[in-house]
């Protein structure tokens, strides 16, 4: 490991430790607040070191990025004392093993789609389905999968370069405010994934590349990586606006492939006599056999 990622690896420990602390108020910790003037937003850092059972000392070095070494038990610590949520707690664990320069991590999902894969993507004729890696590229999908995301698939943006990226239509592509009409949500649950995939696999160059990208491109999505959010996705409810059906609210599981490290099949599947069952339905009538895959 560089000079340069110790650095950017320490730091990201320090922004993602120092926001969560901010988030909390002493009272919202069970703590005595004594006065009215206090200059600090959130905990202090004494606060978390009296709530996580550590020496202020100890927990400044943490704060500062120096999380090699720390044992399970420490960062459990940590996480109760700063509440954080499961996927926060899973975040700063894979912070941790990114920081042990020693540590080898497998190598980025090749994008290649196993054929036993892709049949059974195109065997979900009735649910729209897709296959993403850690960079929500859109490697390959079903014919209703591609009709559903067909506003995505046909951006513009993708003319001339591909694969197909949802990070990369909703932050660059104006058409994106016609396909999310939660666009707030939508915007922020990519992002928070996104911040969540760089600490499980820091050294994907293209998904620091994408990061970098959208950074300089987008000042919306620069603010929302500032947040420091991360979040599991894997599974919820999307609303979707189609230009052929309209508006859809539909289930979906996200699913990972264990023999493909890094990707993941995503299958909406909306109630039975639904809104958007129906919606489906129709949208299925207009659309060939024919999977996409880059």
Same mark, same amino acid.
């Given at each position: ?126 649910? @729209? ?6 960079? +929500? *590229?859109? $490697? =390959? ?5 591609? &009709? #559903? ?122 109630? @039975? ?6 919606? +489906? *339905?129709? $949208? =299925? ?5 024919? &999977? #996409?895959?880059?």
């Amino acid at each position: 490991m560089t000079d340069s990622q110790r650095h950017e690896r320490a730091d990201e420990v320090r922004e993602f430790l120092s926001t969560r602390r901010a988030r909390i108020t002493p009272q919202q910790a069970g703590l005595p607040v004594f006065g009215g003037n206090r200059r600090v937003i959130g905990l202090r850092r004494e606060e978390v070191a009296l709530l996580a059972g550590m020496s202020i000392d100890y927990y400044i070095r943490l704060e500062r990025g120096n999380l090699g070494g720390a044992s399970d038990s420490v960062l459990d610590s940590l996480s109760h004392a700063l509440q954080l949520d499961d996927a926060e707690r899973a975040h700063l664990y894979d912070l941790a093993r990114a920081v042990t320069a020693s540590e080898r991590r497998p190598p980025p999902a090749t994008g290649r789609i196993r054929p036993v894969v892709l049949r059974m993507l195109d065997a979900m004729a009735g649910l @729209p389905a897709y296959i993403c890696n850690g960079r +929500l *590229d859109i $490697l =390959a999908a079903n014919s209703l999968g591609q &009709a #559903l995301y067909a506003p995505v698939c046909d951006s513009p943006l993708f003319a001339q370069r591909g694969p197909v990226n949802t990070a990369r239509f909703l932050f660059l592509d104006p058409g994106s405010v016609d396909f999310w009409p939660e666009r707030e949500k939508a915007a922020n649950d990519l992002v928070a994934f996104l911040r969540t995939e760089t600490g499980r696999s820091p050294r994907d160059k293209g998904l620091t590349d994408l990061i970098g990208e959208l950074s300089a491109q987008s000042d919306e999505f620069a603010r929302r990586w500032a947040r420091h959010d991360v979040r599991f996705h894997h599974s919820g409810v999307k609303r979707l606006r189609h230009p052929l059906v309209g508006d859809l609210t539909l289930s979906y599981e996200a699913l990972g492939l264990p023999a493909d490290p890094g990707l993941r099949i995503t299958v909406y599947s909306p109630e @039975p006599g639904s809104p958007g069952r129906q919606a +489906l *339905d129709l $949208l =299925a009538s207009w659309v060939g056999s024919t &999977a #996409l895959e880059h």
